[in-house]
């Protein structure tokens, strides 16, 4: 699966499972597509490598976003500092 051809946005937004199913489709289709390819083995060892980083950091953002999603809507904290001229 290409990158250009892949809605980064529509993946972020699904459920854990949905993300998780669609992640691991487009990785496992993006090695697959790599061992098709008559490219030289050292070629295919760095571009594997490349895949499984990229994955980890998607799903590092996808799991960041949950975070932030999970916050929207909250309260902010309440809080009482001094100013400069000494008040609150």
């Known amino acids: 699966m290409q990158d250009k051809h892949y809605n980064y946005d529509a993946l972020l937004l699904m459920n ?3 993300f998780s199913k ?4 487009k990785k ?10 008559k490219l030289g083995v ?3 060892t760095l571009q594997k490598e490349n895949i499984e980083n990229s994955a980890l950091d998607l ?3 996808y799991l960041e976003s949950l975070k932030i999603k999970k916050l929207n809507g909250l309260l902010s ?3 009482e500092y001094d100013n400069y001229k000494g008040g609150n």
Request: hydrophobic share 25%.
């Open 16 to 18: 854990e499972d949905d």
């Open 22 to 25: 669609s992640s691991s489709v």
């Open 59 to 61: 799903n590092q953002y």
């Open 28 to 37: 496992s289709g993006n090695l697959m597509t790599l061992d098709q390819k």
């Open 42 to 44: 050292n070629f295919v």
């Open 77 to 79: 904290p309440s809080f």
